[in-house]
């Protein structure tokens, strides 16, 4: 699907810029080097209507840590999961895997964060003891 690809390319613009900002990073030529990184020829209208999409929350990119790559069936469960749960927009997945998660997943939308790894648990377990 073309227009899957166009929200992919946003998403990929999209977490760069918010990667260039986290590191302190808030010249706007960093968004015309990650538009050229991630774009070219003639998709840059698509894909900057997708973009525009994102920061106007049409669609939401959903970011899914954990320590080791999900499987499908666990994938397919999560997204149908948080699908239901989110039906104000459009959602797009971004999967990574840090290491830093131990065991189980986290899962953030901007500044919403739904933190299921086992550190976080042990952590609770420690403060309600």
């Known amino acids: 699907m073309a227009n899957d690809k166009y929200k992919t390319l946003a998403k990929d613009v999209y977490l760069d810029l918010k990667r ?3 590191a302190g990073f808030e ?11 991630n774009i070219q020829g003639s998709d840059i209208d698509k894909v900057f209507e997708e973009y525009k999409k994102i920061l106007t929350k049409e669609n939401l990119i ?20 948080v699908t239901k749960k989110i ?16 065991g189980g997943i986290v899962i ?7 933190d299921m790894s086992m550190a976080t648990d042990i952590a609770n377990l420690k403060i309600n003891s």
């Open 27 to 37: 010249d706007s030529g960093l968004i015309l080097f990650s538009i050229i990184k």
């Open 62 to 81: 959903i970011e899914v840590l954990s320590a080791t790559k999900l499987d499908s069936k666990q994938v397919e469960k999560l997204e149908s999961v």
């Open 108 to 114: 953030r939308n901007n500044d919403d964060l739904i």
């Open 87 to 102: 039906t104000t927009a459009s959602l797009i997945f971004n999967y990574a895997i840090d290491a830093k998660v131990k």
């Open 20 to 22: 260039f900002k986290k």
